[in-house]
């Protein structure tokens, strides 16, 4: 019942006494009401809020006021009388008469409920059923009104007994009980519901705010573990790159011959260095990639020489392990917008793990075909296409290899940083843990997608997919 745009008030406000008569009750429900009670008593009826604000009313205009409002005196002793009956005070029991100039009578009620006044109920003008003449004294008002069109009008007023009045006032309060209760009810009921409404929505925005602080906090962790690593690494290269150097110049015997087993530990040095540095490489690559400070410089490049130039680096390493290294090129590749660079480190990386993870005896296969890949959003060149075509041309380039394989549930895994399938103090491959997630993210800036399947019968495909530029294709 409360109307829009009213402040909401308290539940403990509404149960202990400051509630409003038009808050408990709406206009319409009123005027119903007032409606089949004006049909039953045919008295005219209004009812005003405590603040004397018309609320509603059922009150048919009378033909006598009509014309007495041609008349100024008239005019100006009526509004007095409807001034009086609108602030009228009220005797004991809460009712009081007023008797109108047209010899009329009013019944103001008060309306009250939990022992306060609401409102008040103004019943009237109606003429006593005792009156059969209007006054004398309203024919004297104004030179001008006609007694006789006087008598027909009042003759046309509602006319009742004081008894019929009585029971109307009783009926009207009792009624007007009865639907101030449901409505007092039904407004406790929606207070309390909006108040637990409220309570729950600031416990969700404390939840919220510490929710969020937490995850400013874990952010910011995150910013400074980045740098750190970030730092760390490059003060790390630079004298990592003098220890590989003069390690390297010591086992070369540019300084002078050594014994063999000096020679050896000198080697060693520099071959742990290397692993050092390759370490360091990963880590800075990845922090720039985590930052998003690393840059990537694409340009419009032939897939086929990269793929070329990663089997032949890596060649020497294959056939050291006893793995062999086969190459499988699509003719007529489009090109493809990318990183050179980086994408070499995406196949290089993927291929080395291949030998590195197959025993001797075993396959490692590098191919590039053109497929189709779903299409991103946030496509460059997809445009309003998109909908039309979900799907656009993508190169595939796939790393096969006949080795241990990777079980499902690692697959997702494995691209996480310093993750490795065994981690174990026995196992036999080295390396960091960071490689998959170094070409995870390389594979991203480039808009593509690196997955796991399995290889028949036995070992590991990484399938990376790179979408085409729609120019390129064309
Ligand atoms: P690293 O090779 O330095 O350990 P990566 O991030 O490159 O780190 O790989 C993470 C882990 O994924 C590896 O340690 C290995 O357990 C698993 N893995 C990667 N490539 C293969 C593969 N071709 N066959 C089997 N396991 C693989």
Redesign the pocket.
Known sequence: MTHAGEAIRSTDEIAFGAVRLEELVDRAALTEMLESFHALFEVPIRVFSAEGKLLAEVAPPLEMYTYLGHFRPAREAVQQVVQAVKHRSLEAGGEAAERCVTGARYRVLSITYDSRELGRAILGPFVPAELAQPPEALAALDPGLDPVELARLFAAMPHARDERIAAAARHLLRTLDLILFSGHKALLTSNMHLASVRESYRELEDKNAKLQEAFDRLKELDRLKSNFLATVSHELRTPLTSIIGYSEMLYEGIAGEMPNEQREFVGTIREKGEQLLELIKGLLDLSKLESGTMSLTKANLDVGPIVADVAQTLTPTARKKGVSLAVSVDEALPRLWADAARLRQVLL?LTE??I??TPAGGVVTLSARVTLMSAARGDDDGGGMVLLQSRRPAIELRVA?T????PPEERGR?FDAF????SSSTRE?G???????IVKRLVEGHDGTVSITDNQPRG?V?VVSIPCRRATIS
């Open positions: 990386n793990n291949a590195k993870f290899d080795g241990i394989g990777i494995v993750y490795q399938v065994d491959a390396g960091t843990g960071l490689g998959l997630s590991a990484f």
